[in-house]
């Protein structure tokens, strides 16, 4: 061998010496990608870089933000100890001070304004065994009725749509595995290429094989330039849209008699309501064309098999579960559901925006999508705890309405787990006044979040990287995050967080876990039975069989690929079609003199929800900087604007300062601010407090503003 090919193996060889590998999965969105963190260790310097990892999702993709996610889990920022507010100052306190003060407090609370007054909010971006243990915690730990979590704000429309309509809410009825196969999608109000990018190549490849895709959207994105025909609707306008398509289908005589007999109630009254609509009003209503309207319908009526996607576009509406419901009546109506390459997906939002919302997060939900209203669900569930159904609380309120009963003086306490609301929820200004108005108010997370800021103490919880546990990706597979790298500082897990308060209640009994394992035993127990049974599923068939599919009741049985093959979740069997009008009791925003501009907001690709994690990796902040407005430029010219100027947007909640950015493919009537920034770029200044009645989702797709420029 010579010299130079001896040098390169030994400095190989050293290399491979200093080199460890951490397993994990992608702390952001639902795909779950499966990643390793690189580090290595020149001299004494250390460094970091992320890979991805093969799994039957994600395929060992990884996008811009899982590449980068590193960056902020190794942030200096980091809270690495308990801080307590002294004086307005935060002081650094050891565990037991911290967890002494939070025991009086609450204590005091319940003694002075009862159980009910101390409240729990909660995220779907834990593992599924801490957002189960946040929901005992709140029943049994507190014993108050009031728990609900960021996941209102995301899947809410979605859920109770599916749970309405088929009985049971798995966001993908077939795996992702089938997309390709199809041969005709729509996509209503989702932006995968940016926010789900490593679902892309499944799109693509239907592409290739000759799908013809059908995006519904107000913007031009990236996923709107894949499709083959893009729907530019006016924002708000999708029950009217999916009415209009449906009749097209149903006038073509594209629906599948045989299915809709069979398998579905309710035909008759929503081909009623929807043939009584004349095509002109859809076309006004959604400023699209009857031309259009009839191309897109015949399209997917036509074909074999086909596909719907919808997401927070359509979802995050004051009738947000009507949208998802009349679209899920399109896939009813032409037989294309619980068929192999046919279905339907609510594309998850947050990484484990599945899992959260099953087991007892939501404010009137038991674990396994149990009820908490439901006596022989509270019966099973007080079984499993080991306390007495009637001790368990009853239903609370959802996410937003919390802020309202602080203000009520109904809430003094809160328990902030994962979450920023101050900066995701509608009407901020609003919520940010009712947090400062609590008594005392705990914050667990990896930074000083603008919600952690009006704390009285902040925990510190540890990463991906750090943090082992179960999350139920976009498919419904539920998957081992297998985490190993040292905790900071003085950093604990979300569970053990919660169970040091329990402890320090007096509620140790009920919380003796060791483990994240330990917590899955129970869940698995404790989901038994329900409509989301985990039953069958153990750390150890994870490992071996990449991830199971729920439900999975059974051990020795394999998890469920496609839903609703022979039968549907409803106790006839039948899916419920339903018959909504796009008429509201409380009608939507619509532009006026005073405010006469559509605002819709969503993301970018390179930023996270409230960008608490993504504005601290260098590599991602560089890409947007920033909050901007997007605006056509005809649009802009008529206020008054230029091209990357400062623009005054206001509604009649609020007003914030951004920059403008020209787009000549968004609508005339629309502009569009992201949410991933605070304070005076916090787009949720101008959203209003209206929810859907169904769900409690906020508009966050639709409110009315004025723009103006900012005189320097
Ligand atoms: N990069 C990135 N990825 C993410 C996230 C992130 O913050 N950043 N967040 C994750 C989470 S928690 C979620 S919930 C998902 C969200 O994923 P998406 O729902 O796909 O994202 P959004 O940008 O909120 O909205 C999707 C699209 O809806 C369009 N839209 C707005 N108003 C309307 C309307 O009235 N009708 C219709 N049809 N469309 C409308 C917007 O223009 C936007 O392009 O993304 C996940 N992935
Ligand atoms: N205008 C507008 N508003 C929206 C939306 C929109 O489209 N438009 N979308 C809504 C949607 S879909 C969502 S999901 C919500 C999300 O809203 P939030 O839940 O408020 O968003 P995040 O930025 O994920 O906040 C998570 C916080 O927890 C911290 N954190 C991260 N990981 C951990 C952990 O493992 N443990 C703990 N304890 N803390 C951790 C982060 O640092 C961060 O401060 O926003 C909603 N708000
Ligand atoms: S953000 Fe989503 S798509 Fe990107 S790497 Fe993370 S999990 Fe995968
Ligand atoms: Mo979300």
Redesign the pocket.
């Known amino acids: 061998m010579t010299e130079l090919l001896l040098k390169y193996f030994r400095d190989k060889q050293q290399k491979a010496e200093t080199e460890k590998i951490y397993d994990s999965q992608c702390?952001y969105c639902s795909m779950q990608c499966k990643m390793q963190l690189v580090e290595q260790k020149v001299v004494s310097r250390k460094t970091y870089k992320t890979i991805g990892k093969d799994n039957p999702t994600s395929e060992g993709r990884l996008c811009i933000k899982g590449l980068n996610a590193h960056q902020?889990a190794l942030h200096k920022d980091r809270i690495k100890q308990p801080l307590m507010k002294v004086n307005g100052e935060f002081v650094t306190v050891s565990w037991e001070v911290a967890l002494e003060q939070i025991k009086e407090n609450f204590k005091k609370i319940q003694q002075q304004d009862g159980l009910d007054a101390l409240s729990v909010y909660g995220?779907?971006?834990?593992?599924n065994e801490?957002a189960y243990l946040l929901g005992k915690f709140a029943r049994v730990g507190l014993q108050t009725k009031h728990i609900d979590y960021?996941?209102r704000?995301?899947?809410g429309a979605a859920a109770t749509g599916a749970n309405q309509t088929f009985g049971v809410d798995r966001g993908f009825t077939n795996t992702i595995k089938e997309i390709p196969n199809t041969r005709c999608i729509i996509l209503a109000g989702t932006n995968i290429a940016e926010c789900q990018p490593t679902i892309m190549p499944y799109f693509e490849r239907a592409k290739e094989n000759g799908a013809y895709i059908i995006a519904i959207d107000p913007r031009e994105t990236a996923t709107t330039k894949l499709a083959d025909m893009h729907l530019k609707n006016k924002p708000g306008s999708d029950v009217a849209l999916a009415n209009g398509l449906l009749k097209v289908i149903i006038e073509n005589n594209l629906v599948d008699q045989a299915f809709i007999q069979d398998r579905t109630n309710g035909f008759e009254e929503v081909r009623e309501l929807v043939t009584s609509i004349e095509l002109e009003e859809t076309a006004q209503l959604t400023g699209l064309t009857v031309e259009q309207i009839k191309q897109a319908a015949t399209a997917f009526g036509q074909e074999t098999s086909g596909m719907i996607f919808t997401a927070?576009g359509i979802e995050?509406q004051i009738n947000g579960t009507a949208a998802v419901r009349c679209f899920i009546n399109i896939l009813l109506a032409t037989g294309k559901i619980g068929k192999t390459n046919s279905g339907f997906g609510a594309v998850t939002?947050?990484g484990n925006?599945q899992g959260a919302r099953e087991h007892g997060q939501k404010s009137d939900q038991l674990p396994g999508y149990r009820s908490i209203e439901n006596d022989e669900h509270r019966e099973y569930i007080a079984n499993v705890w080991g306390v007495n159904a009637q001790d368990l609380p009853r239903k609370g309120v959802s996410a937003y309405e919390m802020f309202e009963e602080i203000e009520q003086q109904k809430i003094s306490g809160m328990f902030v787990?994962?979450?920023?609301?101050?900066?995701?929820?509608?009407n901020a200004n609003f919520v940010k006044k009712a947090l400062e108005q609590l008594k005392y108010l705990v914050?667990?997370?990896?930074?000083v979040?603008?919600?952690?800021k009006l704390a009285d103490i902040i925990?510190p919880?540890?990463?991906?990287l750090e943090?082992e546990g179960t999350m139920t990706n976009v498919e419904g597979r539920v998957m081992l995050r297998e985490a190993s790298f040292p905790l900071p500082g003085e950093v604990r897990h979300?569970w053990q967080?919660i169970c040091d308060i329990a402890k320090a209640l007096g509620k140790e009994q009920y919380f003796p876990y060791q483990s994240a394992e330990d917590i899955f035993e129970e869940l698995r127990v404790a989901s038994r039975g329900g409509r989301a049974d985990y039953y069958g599923i153990t750390y150890n068939r994870i490992r071996k069989e990449d991830g199971v599919l729920w439900p999975c009741p059974d051990p020795n049985e394999s998890g469920t690929d496609r839903l609703f093959e022979n039968s549907f979740a409803h106790e006839d069997g039948k899916a419920k079609m339903a018959a909504i009008s796009h008429k509201l009791k409380i009608p939507k925003p619509i532009p006026s003199d005073a405010y006469p501009l559509f605002l819709t907001?969503?993301?970018v690709m390179s930023h996270?929800?409230?960008?608490?994690?993504t504005r601290k990796s260098p590599s991602l902040a560089a890409r947007n900087i920033e909050a901007f407005m997007e605006v056509h430029p005809d649009t802009g010219l008529k206020y008054n604007l230029k091209e990357s100027m400062l623009v005054k947007v206001e509604s009649k909640q609020g007003s914030i300062v951004v920059r403008t950015k020209w787009s000549t493919t968004i609508r005339k009537d629309t502009v569009f601010?992201?949410?991933?920034w605070t304070e005076s770029q916090n787009?949720?200044r101008?959203?209003s407090d209206e929810l859907d009645p169904h769900c409690k989702m906020?508009g966050?797709?639709v409110s009315t503003v004025k723009i103006s420029p900012v005189n320097r």
């Open positions: 702390p902020h995220s779907a971006s834990i593992t801490e960021n996941g704000l995301c899947m927070r995050q939002g947050q925006g787990m994962c979450s920023n609301p101050v900066v995701s929820n509608p914050v667990v997370d990896m930074f979040s603008e919600t952690a925990l919880a540890s990463s991906y943090d979300d967080i907001t969503g993301r996270y929800l409230t960008g608490e994690q601010v992201p949410f991933h787009v949720n101008l959203v906020p966050f797709k």
